[in-house]
C-alpha cells in the first residue's frame, strides 16, 4: 500500500440505518494466527459482558499484528456470524486506511472507556 486513495462519499443513508449498526468498544485480549490463511487473524476481543471472536485481515498490514493485543478498538458486533476458514467470527474491527490503499490503523477511543461502550 503506497499511493493514498481518497474514495468518493458514499450515498446519504438514513439516521434509522445509521441507527441500526452497533458500534462498540472492545479491548482485544488475544490475537491469534489463522495457520491456513495469508491474510486473516484471529482477535479474542473483551466487551465487558461476554467476550467475541472477531476475524480480520491483519496479518500482511502490521509487522507484528500481535501489537494490537491489550489494546481497546471499535467493532461493529450486530452482523450476521460469518465463518472463514473454519473460525466464526462474530463481528467486524472498524479501522481507518484500508479502502484508501494506506497501511490501516485502529479506530480507538480518546481515552480508556469501559469494554462494551456504544459509540455513536
Known amino acids: 500500500m503506497d499511493k493514498f486513495i481518497l474514495k468518493p462519499i458514499k450515498d446519504e443513508i438514513s439516521f434509522e440505518d445509521f441507527a441500526n449498526i452497533d458500534i462498540r468498544v472492545g479491548e482485544i485480549d488475544e490475537v491469534l494466527d489463522i495457520p491456513k490463511s495469508n491474510n486473516l487473524m484471529k482477535l479474542v476481543v473483551n466487551f465487558g459482558d461476554h467476550?467475541?471472536?472477531?476475524?480480520?485481515?491483519?496479518?500482511?498490514?502490521?509487522?507484528?499484528?500481535?501489537?494490537?493485543q491489550g489494546k481497546q478498538a471499535l467493532f461493529v458486533?450486530?452482523?450476521?456470524?460469518?465463518?472463514?476458514?473454519?473460525?466464526?467470527s462474530e463481528g467486524m474491527l472498524f479501522d481507518i486506511g484500508y479502502e484508501n490503499?494506506?497501511?490501516?490503523?485502529?479506530?480507538?477511543?480518546?481515552?480508556?472507556?469501559?469494554?462494551g461502550s456504544s459509540a455513536g
Open 51 to 68: 467476550k467475541r471472536t472477531i476475524i480480520a485481515g491483519i496479518k500482511k498490514e502490521r509487522e507484528n499484528p500481535k501489537e494490537i
Open 77 to 88: 458486533i450486530n452482523l450476521p456470524t460469518k465463518e472463514m476458514f473454519g473460525e466464526k
Open 101 to 115: 490503499k494506506i497501511i490501516p490503523v485502529l479506530a480507538i477511543p480518546e481515552k480508556q472507556v469501559p469494554n
